[in-house]
C-alpha cells in the first residue's frame, strides 16, 4: 500500500487556493495519508487565522473546516507518539506538534510531506534522506507511485 504522513500545512491546500495547492491535491491520490490526531485542529486553526486576517471570510472558513472534517486522513492517537516526538523536539529544536508527524512517519516507514519550509530547512540536514519532503520541491515530488 502506498502511504504518506501529511500536516496540517498540506491539508489547507486541500481546500484554500495557495501556493503548492496542485501539489498537495496530488497527495489525496494515496491509498493511506496519515497524521496524528492533532492535524484537524491545526488545520482549523491555519483557516481561522486567515479569516483573522481577512484572508478569508468567516462564512468561507467555516465551510472549508467542514471540508477538511471529510479529508480521507487517518488520525493515529497520540499517546504512542508522544514520547518519539518529545525526544526528537529535544532533538532538533521544534515543536512537538511538528515532531509528531515525524515520529509517525518513522513509525509506519513512510515519508511525510510538508508545506513548512523553516521546518524543512531545521529537521533534513539530522534525517535520513526522503523521510521529510517539502512539498514544493519539484526533485522530491511525492507521488502515489512512488515508494515511500
Known amino acids: 500500500m502506498n502511504a504518506v504522513v501529511a500536516d496540517a500545512s498540506v491539508a489547507v491546500k486541500w481546500v484554500a487556493e495557495e501556493e503548492h495547492s496542485a501539489q498537495a491535491a496530488d497527495i489525496l491520490r494515496y491509498e493511506a495519508i496519515h497524521a496524528p490526531a492533532h492535524w484537524l485542529a491545526e488545520a482549523v486553526n491555519a483557516l481561522w487565522a486567515k479569516a483573522a486576517r481577512g484572508d478569508l471570510p468567516p462564512e468561507a472558513a467555516a465551510i472549508r473546516a467542514a471540508a477538511l472534517r471529510q479529508a480521507p486522513v487517518r488520525p493515529a492517537p497520540l499517546a504512542d507518539l508522544v514520547d518519539p516526538a518529545l525526544a526528537l523536539s529535544l532533538a532538533l529544536g521544534v515543536t512537538v506538534y511538528d515532531s509528531l508527524y515525524i515520529a509517525l512517519a518513522q513509525a509506519l516507514g513512510v515519508a511525510f510531506v510538508t508545506a513548512d519550509v523553516r521546518l524543512i530547512r531545521k529537521v533534513s540536514p ?23
Do not use: K
Open 126 to 148: 539530522h534525517l535520513p534522506g526522503g523521510l521529510v519532503r517539502w512539498i514544493g520541491d519539484p526533485e522530491a515530488r511525492v507521488s502515489p507511485a512512488e515508494p515511500a
